[in-house]
């Protein structure tokens, strides 16, 4: 005999929650991406606010934004905006609904909820073995009562728990395929010196380029993003690797027009200052040089935002909205200690480690390298050699702890114009997989970029 469970108690739900959340959801398409990897349409109790859900997980797979109207034509093409309380309800929902950091709790609230009510249908069962189990050995009723109760907790612990016969057969391969020449580990930054060192940028890696100002870390991650984005080509991203670039500092166009310079060979100056004489004036073969870069640019991967007080969150929901749509291959911010906080936090400390900590996350999530600029503190200043340090970096913490690589820019004729003039070092301060050690690259500042020193070395 069946267990009526509603004689005894209501399973645990909280109907204001599951509408505050697909109030926020349909309000804001960027709250749906910060909660996607919290809850699913089973964590949600009510039928018709499973619908609700189901349509905006739809729509944001999609690749689609979401309000109200979206969301309402989806259900009516699908016949379901009756199963889903109609447009009046949504309109509700719209007026109750939660965005920002609130609707991660309120998720994981939902996700609690859920789990207990997993509990009690699984203590009911358990209960109906008990009560119709009597021809069956004591011992099997136990083992199927187990088995129910273990299987509470499969997706939360063991959903990511790997085999070592399966890691070892994996690593094995790769292994192979790595000294046959099969595959090149890692994405490469374009020069050839620092991949040697580093093995390229790894999938799931933070990676921080540090420098004091007018260093040329911006430059650096910007001719990362270029090579990868321009010049590097998989059997995945026949077209070039597809990179999101975070810039906090510097607008779209400015970018552009420093990508231009770079990956064209025409100096900055020729190309903003046309009146100032021969050297700013291009001539054909500029010309031709820039027509060829802009149709380069036409078929790039390389997408821009340069939102003014960008938050982590935001740029979250951006990068998982482009990974679902598998749009997504290198993401850089530009740069860490810009980023602006949705939580209260005690100290700028504690709020910078908290960036790096997510962005370390998210690079696991995506499976793609982050890379994230930081500044260094005035530690060079104080030195004869003026070279930076690892305990250099500005609110230190556990952006150190984090990174997978910290690379740390350095030109030493910035200090004195006469001490090796227009050479940079790139310090690889820590290499969590490798080696660490110093490469020597040219600045070109008059191009934006930076380059192989040996004469005959090719452009990236």
Not at 89 to 115: C, F
Not at 153 to 171: F, M, P, V, W, Y
Request: aromatic content about 4%; glycine content about 6%.
């Amino acid at each position: 005999m069946a267990l009526d469970d509603s004689r005894y108690f209501a399973a645990p739900h909280d109907d204001t929650m599951e509408e505050a959340l697909l109030g926020g959801i349909i309000l804001s398409p960027d709250t749906l991406g910060e909660i996607v990897s919290h809850i699913n349409e089973d964590d949600f109790y009510q039928p018709k606010n499973k619908v609700v859900f189901q349509a905006c997980e739809e729509l944001y797979r999609e690749g689609n934004k979401t309000d109200v109207n979206l969301v309402a034509d989806k259900l009516r093409n699908e016949g379901r905006l009756d199963e889903a309380g109609g447009m009046d309800r949504l309109l509700e929902l719209v007026e109750k609904g939660v965005i920002g950091g609130y609707a991660v709790r309120y998720a994981d609230i939902l996700k609690r909820e859920s789990l207990l009510r997993k509990v009690v249908d699984t203590g009911q069962k358990i209960t109906e073995m008990g009560l119709t189990g009597q021809s069956e050995q004591a011992e099997d009723v136990v083992n199927r009562a187990q088995s129910a109760v273990f299987a509470l907790g499969d997706d939360r612990s063991t959903q990511h728990l790997i085999s070592l016969q399966s890691s070892i057969d994996e690593a094995s391969q790769l292994i192979s395929n790595l000294q046959s020449g099969n595959m090149k580990r890692g994405l490469s930054t374009g020069f050839s010196e620092l991949d040697k060192l580093t093995n390229g940028l790894q999938p799931g890696q933070l990676v921080i380029v540090a420098g004091r100002p007018a260093m040329g870390k911006s430059t650096l991650a910007m001719d990362f993003a270029r090579h990868a984005a321009l010049h590097e080509r998989s059997d995945e991203f026949p077209d070039g690797i597809p990179t999101a670039y975070f810039s906090l500092e510097m607008g779209h166009v400015e970018l552009t027009e420093r990508l231009l310079s770079a990956e064209s060979n025409v100096p900055l100056a020729v190309l903003l200052n046309p009146a100032a004489g021969n050297a700013g004036r291009p001539d054909d073969r500029d010309w031709s040089a820039i027509e060829r870069t802009r149709d380069a640019f036409s078929r790039s991967t390389l997408m821009f935002d340069d939102s003014a007080s960008m938050s982590l969150m935001e740029i979250r929901a951006a990068c998982r909205s482009m990974a679902a749509k598998s749009r997504l291959g290198l993401v850089v911010i530009d740069y860490l200690q810009l980023l602006s906080s949705t939580q209260q936090v005690e100290s700028r400390q504690q709020e910078v480690s908290e960036f790096s900590r997510s962005l370390k996350l998210l690079a696991k999530e995506l499976d793609v390298p982050v890379i994230a600029l930081s500044q260094l503190n005035r530690g060079p200043e104080q030195r004869q050699d003026k070279k930076p340090q690892l305990s250099d970096l500005r609110e230190s913490g556990s952006i150190e702890q984090d990174a997978d690589m910290v690379l740390l820019v350095h030109r030493p004729d910035q200090y004195d114009p006469d001490d090796r003039p227009g050479e940079a070092d790139i310090i690889v301060a820590k290499n969590r997989n490798g080696k660490t050690g110093t490469v020597t690259l040219t600045f070109e500042g008059d191009r934006s970029r930076f380059s192989e020193p040996a004469a005959d070395a090719q452009q990236i």
